[in-house]
């Protein structure tokens, strides 16, 4: 028995099912086809690069020189900060080497198993390995493989303080491999759903930065044609608002409130009742405008111990790194002390104001700076300068950003069915459960040129 034949030995079992085979990660079982390989990452690697710890010493070049916080997707090409790329001259100077075009990195420091494919030669630091791969494996098929094995890969790495996988083991681990035909049909099935998750995350992110852009422009120079006025001396974001627009601070427009937090909260005959306490956990920022659910009760004792509110109450966060972002209760309930109450705004549509809140968002966390805690007082919100357009326009504003906010909305709850999708189809393709031999599968080039 050769050498090699004896270490795959030590990966590979026999399987009740005579048309698959089991191989092992560590303790893990799985079972694939009998017809594929399980082969460690070298034997399909012309090369591994393992760059040097230096970090460049200056930036002044046209080489991108790219961080783990840069990748997001299946490739990579330019740091997204756009301002760090390194010149020629210095690569030699540090000895720095580079990532060839179509070089597959891998994350093997901290999180382990993130990978891209980069789309022309770059730089990057000691976290990631560069796996040039021989024509014998698609570059495309090993992305999904590895990232697929994550979680292995892990449980692989050693170091106290800093998580580390060492080359020896990266390229020891063992892949399941089938046939090249098959390894570029199962990469194309999830680069498709990929690319839709990435469209559709894309649409997203260009929905958030037009209703950005859309606040700016109607909060300042309004939804009609007005003559703007414009001043420093506005305690808000804006420097400008139509001449016609009253504008005055928070507390002449409002009652501000916070709420309360029953205590000791040691007490249970405070907790664990039906009504419903509405704590900041329970808001996710700029995904909903609405708190629907709850995860925590009080009792009739702790509600008396607390500030009670009905369903649609306008609500501000006063404390923590989400301090100054606005959303309604969406259920009757007692609210938290972490949070500020918004009531008598007869002035006011609503939702204008929760647009017109969060969109002062960053100016409310520069007003609550300064302490240990973030920490937005009743007085300190209710200097916040508020512009009062005639409630028809106020209506119109929050129309046209509501509408686009439906758009923002609805791919959302796209987005998540499409990420099961893609987690079940690498369950399922990755393993051979499904197969792809008998299917007709037109080939994208850009998985046919990596192999």
């Not at 021989?134 to 106290?160: M, P, R, V, W």
Request: aromatic share 8%; glycine share 6%.
């Amino acid at each position: 028995m050769s050498e090699q034949e004896a270490t795959l030995d030590e990966f590979i079992e026999e399987s009740d099912n005579p048309d698959r085979k089991s191989v092992r990660w560590g303790p893990k079982k799985k079972t694939i086809p009998g017809d594929w390989n399980f082969d460690p990452i070298i034997n399909h690697a012309s090369e591994i690069i393992y760059p040097q710890r230096d970090k460049p010493t200056r930036f002044d070049g046209d080489i991108p020189w790219v961080r783990i916080e840069d990748l997001d997707g299946v490739y990579i090409s330019e740091p997204t900060d756009g301002e760090r790329y390194v010149s020629r001259e210095l690569m030699d100077e540090m000895n720095l080497r580079s990532f060839p075009k179509g070089t597959l990195m891998c994350s093997c420091s901290t999180t382990m198993g993130v990978c891209a494919i980069t789309t022309r030669e770059l730089l990057s630091n000691q976290t990631f390995a560069g796996i040039v791969t021989k024509d014998t494996i698609n570059t495309h098929y090993l992305y999904y493989a590895i990232s697929d094995c994550a979680e292995e890969l892990d449980q692989l790495a050693t170091g106290s303080t800093i998580s580390y996988l060492s080359s020896d083991k990266l390229e020891d681990f063992h892949i399941p491999t089938p046939p090249l035909s098959e390894q570029r049909k199962i990469a194309t099935v999830l680069h498709t759903v990929d690319q839709a998750i990435q469209k559709t995350g894309e649409i997203i992110e260009q929905g958030k930065q037009i209703q950005e852009s859309l606040k700016t422009e109607l909060f300042t120079t309004g939804y009609s044609d007005w003559e703007v006025k414009e001043s420093t001396e506005w305690r808000c974001r804006a420097n400008k608002f139509p001449r016609d627009w009253e504008v005055k601070p928070a507390e002449e427009l409002m009652e501000i409130t916070r709420g309360a937090s029953p205590r000791p909260r040691s007490d249970d005959s405070l907790f664990g009742g039906d009504i419903p306490w509405i704590k900041i956990g329970d808001a996710d920022r700029n995904e909903s405008k609405r708190i629907e659910s709850v995860d925590s009760y009080v009792t009739e004792k702790g509600k008396k111990k607390s500030k009670f509110v009905q369903e649609d109450t306008l609500l501000v966060a006063n404390s923590g790194a989400t301090c100054g972002f606005s959303v309604f209760a969406g259920v009757d309930g007692c609210v938290h002390d972490g949070w500020l109450i918004l009531g008598d705004y007869d002035r006011f549509s609503p939702d204008f104001l929760y647009h017109y809140i969060n969109w002062n968002y960053n100016y409310l966390q520069s007003l609550s700076l300064g302490s240990a805690q973030t920490n937005l007082s009743t007085s300190l919100f209710g200097r916040l300068d508020i512009p009062i357009p005639p409630i028809e326009e106020q209506n119109k504003i929050v129309d046209t950003l509501d509408s686009v906010g439906r758009v923002i909305s609805e791919n959302k709850r796209e987005l998540d069915p499409l990420r099961r999708l893609k987690r079940g189809l690498m369950q399922d393709l990755l393993s051979g459960e499904v197969r792809t031999t008998d299917i007709e599968i037109d080939i994208p080039e850009k998985v046919a040129k990596y192999g």
